[in-house]
């Protein structure tokens, strides 16, 4: 999300980065509804679910690399203007295809919706700071945190672009680095998950068919 972030911030404005902020606050808040409903425990129970999304997210990524890579290039020869949701577009798209998010939901998401008191520093200063979670405030503050960080990220790379000619073009070469990384990685995971459970589907229909044969004759 950083990668698409900073990639729109640098080319694009503080607007578009912030707008791809937005998108991947968007599908927090999207798994964040579905965790209440109880929805997203259906995908860490579907190895094969998990699997396509990650494949998914890994050809998206490798998409948005090259896309990166190629504004980087654009910018020293065009000053086309792009669709204003372009940035919302693709980290939501990234963030809502992206099976470690809903895990992370199902993990330590739940535990801001669990009732509970966590003592922070235990056995270090007692009960010196503690955090109760489930509450609308813990809830409020977790958003708050993300809009913090989407609002100011995008300005500090804004003004160091400011400053740096050669700024702009970097970060954005290197959120295709990153994008691309992260989507051979993606591809490989969802390969060593899907593998697996089409091999298992294959032996047994080859065993049915095999059964079926030796009925029929």
């Known amino acids: 999300m950083n990668a698409v972030i900073a990639e729109e911030s640098v080319l694009r404005g503080w607007n578009s980065g912030f707008r791809a902020g937005l998108g991947a606050m968007t599908a927090d808040a999207c798994f964040f509804v579905l965790a209440l409903a109880g929805v997203v425990a259906v995908v860490r129970e579907a190895p094969l679910v998990q699997g396509v999304m990650v494949g998914v997210g890994g050809l998206l990524m490798l998409y948005f690399a090259y896309g990166a890579a190629r504004d980087a290039t654009g910018t020293f020869t065009t000053d086309e203007t792009d669709d204003d949701t372009r940035g919302f577009r693709k ?112 032996s047994t229909l080859a065993s049915i068919l095999s059964d079926a044969a030796s009925t029929l004759a």
């Open 91 to 202: 980290a939501f798209a990234l963030a809502i295809t992206n099976p470690y998010q809903i895990i992370w939901w199902l993990t330590a998401g739940v535990r801001l919706l669990d009732r509970q008191t966590t003592n922070v520093l235990s056995g270090t200063l007692g009960d010196a700071l503690t955090v109760t979670t489930g509450g609308p405030i813990i809830v409020v503050g977790f958003f708050g945190g993300i809009a913090l960080w989407i609002t100011g990220f995008p300005a500090a790379l804004v003004a160091a672009g400011r400053r740096v000619d050669s700024f702009a073009p970097a970060v954005a070469y290197l959120s295709a680095v990153v994008l691309a990384l992260a989507g051979v990685s993606f591809l490989y995971d969802g390969a060593t998950t899907l593998v697996p459970i089409l091999s298992d589907a294959m």
